[in-house]
């Protein structure tokens, strides 16, 4: 596969390379990251072939939002396919601190929570302003879900489907401010819920299709039966993939680390990377459109790029079946 090969939603005129940056990195997710670091990541994927960009105002508390815009608009609009979210309105506030949420050296906008008709509307002005392009192709529907919220899950979620967060995204497409609408979430429960309440075009999945995690795989099978498309984030689940020994941004438990023992031994075995491996594994889905990584400057992009583009033999998918690290009815033929 090839960074740059492409994948269509089937419903909607949106064309994806079938690997995308995604640009939390450029907001200073968990160390500060210079400019010139994000222009030489956004540089490097431009150079690979790259022209899916995913960004949003909570990344840096809208620092994500204004530097890539800053670097996309420097580009030919018809170039680049562009994603930005919505489900937080950015409230100017002096009191941020020098991390919050993650993110070092926030810009002065704290969060809060809003999927309302009206605060959609406001969240979708403000992002077109801040990037500079007037018709963003994607807006997804940041964070919802009842591990986000918890208790107070329900009263977002009805302001969504009852307070005209939904009618907003649906009169967006419909004026075509945007081509395509969705969610952006970690949590695969939620996007199954959008699909039943309303009708969406495309879903940024986090985290939960990996080699460690295919609990999704049942929704996966949906989307592809409905013509919605995924976009799938967290490859590398927060890095235990990659190399280091973290599983959700936590210690990773003793199952988790028997499985990554596993897939060590296959790459072993056949001489793959185990970063290719996770990169690649969540492409061979047909419901998949893309598969987004970040980066945090040029050499990181390129990395990835080569893992992406690493082959990979059929017995290495069949050796992980046989030790049942992938599910038995998973996809690994590209669809």
Not at 126 to 137: E, K, N, T, W
Not at 214 to 236: K, T, W, Y
Request: proline content about 4%.
């Amino acid at each position: 596969m090839k960074v740059s090969d492409r994948r269509r939603l089937r419903n909607r005129d949106v064309s994806f390379t079938l690997m995308g940056l995604g640009c939390a990195q450029m907001g200073n997710l968990y160390r500060l990251t210079s400019y010139q670091e994000s222009l030489s990541a956004f540089d490097a994927a431009w150079d690979a072939g790259i022209r899916y960009f995913d960004t949003a105002p909570f990344y840096g508390y809208t620092r994500s939002e204004r530097r890539l815009g800053t670097m996309v608009t420097d580009k030919p609009r018809e170039d680049y396919v562009l994603s930005t979210k919505v489900g937080r309105i950015m409230v100017p506030d002096e009191t941020v601190g020098p991390e919050e949420d993650a993110y070092v050296s926030p810009l002065p906008f704290r969060p809060k929570y809003d999927y309302s008709y009206d605060a959609i509307m406001r969240s979708f002005e403000a992002s077109r302003q801040r990037l500079g392009v007037f018709s963003p192709d994607i807006l997804y529907v940041h964070d919802i879900g009842r591990a986000t919220h918890g208790d107070l899950h329900q009263h977002y979620w009805d302001q969504l489907t009852k307070g005209g967060g939904f009618k907003a995204l649906g009169e967006l497409r419909v004026s075509g401010q945007v081509k395509a609408i969705g969610l952006g979430v970690n949590e695969w429960q939620a996007i199954a819920d959008a699909m039943d309440e309303t009708d969406i075009d495309v879903a940024m999945l986090a985290g939960r299709y990996t080699l460690l995690e295919q609990e999704s795989l049942p929704l996966l099978d949906r989307c592809h039966r409905e013509d919605v498309g995924i976009v799938v984030a967290g490859a590398f689940n927060s890095g235990l993939l990659a190399g280091n020994r973290k599983f959700n941004y936590a210690d990773a438990p003793a199952d988790i680390l028997a499985r990554v023992e596993a897939i060590e031994a296959a790459c072993e075995a056949e001489g793959v990377a185990m970063q290719a491996a996770a990169l690649a594994f969540p492409a061979l889905h047909p419901a998949v459109v893309t598969v987004v990584s970040g980066a945090r400057n040029g050499e990181q992009m390129k990395a990835n790029v080569g893992w992406f583009e690493q082959e990979i033999p059929a017995s290495f998918w069949a050796r992980l079946k046989d030790k049942g690290v992938i599910a038995a009815d998973a996809s690994v033929d590209g669809g």
